[in-house]
């Protein structure tokens, strides 16, 4: 077959050469339409349901809206894991389907089951927007251009700007194609306080419930259809709604028998005020209002963050003068950075494999015809990444080898000008072209099998890596198909493209003129090969130590699941007590982010502080998230001491923590700490879950284990997630008392919640646009121990007393959240370890835990983060990496028919273990899964080498020539092609290996791997293997006489 | 087969080793100098040449008498080099100078346990009502019993302010943050 397919190519090259173009033409515009993004999109499919619960604490949260949700999402099939958290107002339940649910069934069927559900009244459960960890792709900030310094003033102009924001831009931005949501947060919202005078109110006997009456029986518009005229209809319409705050004033609440009328502004103050917020914004130290895109699942966030900057830009022509639009973060940044290190490593791969083949082919055409293979077979890719929905990132472009995948077509054309070059000398004179296009083709029909064997055996190894599943099946799957594809279209390509323009563009003068390169290795190797024949036992313990040498270092090393990405900013956690408020915690920001500020690396920082309009994330006002936005690495100041990132998050950290105290920092990245708190529930990259049903008992035993991990040696930040309880004023209505009134409880408990919680009463329009009418206290009054107690208390028409007469008032205290999983409670510790080396760092601090911490019954721990994936990698790696090598031993066995020359060739992989293990420990990484792809792919390209050379010494035998001369002619003869292998796969991947781009960390494993590794399999596999040949030649080639054997 | 090492062994054909751990110095960034960001000190000038370093008192710390020995589990946020610098429980707890600076704390001095103050300098938590003592480099909340109402604020008694005392008139709300955060009254996560 593939005989066939090389004599069509040779006969027919201008088919050949068209399809060639054609296929160039459809690489480009694929190209073009490839879904681009950084790393691959790890989030699992899961439906978030969110319900504001207003007034309840969490423990009644969980109890009355969170369970019942959890309880009925049980049912729904497909549902793998189910969590929740229940703050003060919030409760989140988030469902994980079944890898490979289609989201759309999954909001549908939890959608369904939504329907079903009791809940308290008011409470509306909500499902998130259908987006993932890398969502948020987008953060931009109104503020005016001159903020105001008078609080009134300042509190006016950030309510203008948060309407401006709900109003104006959110609708224009969610029209962009690919934004599923756009999340507020900061500012105010606009709303007019209704904050009745308590002692006026008394003296008027009236209640909060007749506030609300009467707004409620004054602000509407009503239709009377219309009438008709002579000829005409006129509609019918009567005006009430009210414009402002004086109509609001002048609603009349009470006519007393003295004819005299109450009206709104006799009883209370009517004002624009401060909202009761469960988040606020920051950005550069002052407050402000940040607008969030997030992009629809499975969307290209490259493209979708143009798209909102490109709208955003529009947006801004239309708005008023004074308000600036600031872009805080624009995902297509990092994305861009991170392809350009991609893009800088394949195209200086590519210039070097190119250079390398030129200077070790020594023949200019050759080495161009070659070289034509990369763009070419990266083209290729690309249609088949398009067709298979495979995003070009950091995973799947960045673990492209083009030496390794010219390996194919090095073989297949070194063998031509090898073989040209022979006949030549043999007939005397210059080769006809037919003489050339049958060359061409017996050269490449006779190096068919040691070309395409060999790539098929490094494609066969990178099968397994599709059995991984979950988050290390969506990083490494794309990447293993990415390889596939780029080796399966080379491999098409030096049996067709490549034999066709060899048999075009090769000279019938072939000659095959030594490089310069080539003579000194010769030079080298011959005494060297001569050595290791001479002493084979010896060489054969020098393969064996090395093996043995390779293993130890290996069994020394750490591990971690794969290198962090550096998304080139970072981002700290500030941990807060939980009883702080709002507006300490935004002052507590406001002072640290003016001190990250005045690092002059630092661009911009912003923050959300508790959570935000949709509660994707439903953090405590006691938790800031903040970003800090670098500036570009030339616009750093040079004579700074500061010169890298890390150093630069540990002095902002240091500094942090010697000037502003209450908090606790933890270091993260934007992105990273969106992936962990969707895969996990937990913001960090180790988590510890305590479960068991006590709350105390869980905090308590979280703080112990926290206490215990964070003795271990780069134990970085170790921190309970439990903030323990906060104060509450607690109000318990006297039913004996109520009951000698004739009353139920509800008139004290509305009194509660509108005096001081605040009650919507209506809503004043302003076009298309909605502002709420709330009752409340003023702020003076709410937080007056002294005025609360003396709220009054609608007993009957015009009687009031006041609250402490009716209920108990006391200060209690609650939890201030209720985390669960899996219909369990749990408390996390949050562990950021400073080492890469995670796997010895949790093994280490499990036994550290099991040892030290006696749960109870019922109690147990568990752990996450990405040391879970790592696990999982390893025990489905554990059984397919062996199947897989299995298949190769089977399929050499297939080719060449003799069982010992099958373990000799695959002695190759181990002797590139040694290397690899060396270069990695060299180059200060531990041992990862991209690591472990690496030696992977090392095992099939090493195997190649050694399937070169045993066929070359097989053929040799075949011609009647002597072991000795078979091992020294054969080893001689081959040399060429396995260094040109060789050093082609080394040099494509040596900028990898010494990128210092952003994201060039992620792949660097791999390349150090395999750069490392088959250095020693190259040295130790012209040496060793033949010396092996030699010695074992009995067991070679058992059909050969004894005398042939010699010794 | 529970392990990536054995299964990349495997690939090497070499499968039965045990790995030990790997001895890594991961030691942590230490030892940076902040002199070029330190400011100097200079908000209390007005308080009567109250000099801070001489009541820097280290010799009595009974519960943490360590400068560096108050690290809860990792997060390190108290100790030598952080804002808060001692946690004690008789004493209260000290600031560093640029804590104090951040905080914009500031001081005045009272001549008794009976003195006036403003609104702002009443701590209120829950039922309690306080005001925060600065004594020989430490940060103290003592209850106080608000005696009248004046124009300006309360006429307050607090037992345990002598003459020679200070009390904070401003930025009491953060240093009650730091109090809660630093005595963990909250149940906030850091366990004493």
Redesign the interface.
Known sequence: MINKVIEFSVNNRMFVFMATLLLIVFGLKSFQELSIDAVPDITNTQVQINSQVKGLVPEEVERMVTFPIEYSMNGIPGVETIRSISRYGISQVTVIFKEGTDIYKARQLASEKLQNIELPVGVVPEMGPISTGLGEIFHYSIEAKSPEKDGEKRLLQLMELRSIQDWYIKPRLLTVKGVTEVNTIGGYEKQFFIQPKIDLMSKYGLHFDDIEAAIENTNLNVGGGYIQQTGEQVLVRGVGLLKGIKDIENVVVKRLSSYQVVKIKDIAQVKFDKEIRTGAATVNGEESIIGTAFMLLGENSRAVAQRVSSKLEDVKKDLPEWVELKVLYDRSNMVNATLSTVEHNLLMGAGLVMVFLLLLVGNLRAAIITSLMIPVSLLMTFILMRWQNVSGNLMSLGALDFGIIVDGAVIVIENCVHRLQKKGEELGRELSRAEVKQLVIDSAIEIRSAAGFGELIVITVFIPLFALTGVEGKMFGPMAMTFIMALGSALLLSFTVVPALAATFLSGKTRDKKPFLMSMAEKLFKPTLGFALRFKKGVLGIGIASIVMGVFLFSRMGAEFIPQLDEGDFAIQFIRPANISTENSVKLQRLSEDIIKEFPQVKDVFARTGAAEVATDPMGVNISDSYIMLKEKNKWPHDDHIQNKKDLMNEIKEKLELYVPGQVLMLSQPVELRFNELLEGTRAAISAKVFGDELDKLISYSKEVAEIVGEIDGAGEAESESKGKSPMLQYTPKVEELAQLGVTARPVLDAISTAIGGREVGHVFDGVKRFPIVTRLSEGERKDVMTVRKLPVGISDGFTVPIEQVADIDFVETFSAVSRENSQRRVAVLVNPDTRDIESFVNKAKKEVESRVKLPEGYFIEWGGTFKNLQSAKERLGILVPLALLMILAMLYAAFKNFAQVILIFTCAPMALIGGVLSLNIMGMPFSISAGVGFIALSGISILNGVVLVTYFNRLIKDGKSPDEVVKEGAMTRLRPVLMTALTDIFGFLPMMFSTGLGAEVQKPLATVVVGGIISATLLTLIVLPSLYRLFIKFMQPELNKEAYGT | ??????????????SN??????D?D?S??KG?D?SK?EEKHDDHDDHKGHDHSKHDDHDDHSKHSDNKGH???????IGK????EIVDEKKGFK??K??I???KLRLQNVDGDQFEISKATLV????IKGVYRFRAGFFKLLSAKILKETKSGYKVKVAGVEFGDQIVINGV??LR??D???TDK????H?H
């Open positions: 087969m529970k392990n990536i090492k054995f299964i990349t062994m495997t690939i090497f054909l070499i080793l045990a790995f030990a751990e790997g890594h991961h942590s960034h940076h902040h960001q690290d809860h589990g990792a997060s390190k946020a080099g952080r804002a808060i600031l560093s640029e804590a600076k951040t905080l209120s938590s829950k039922s709300g953060l943050v730091t809660v955060y630093s909250s149940e906030y996560g366990s």
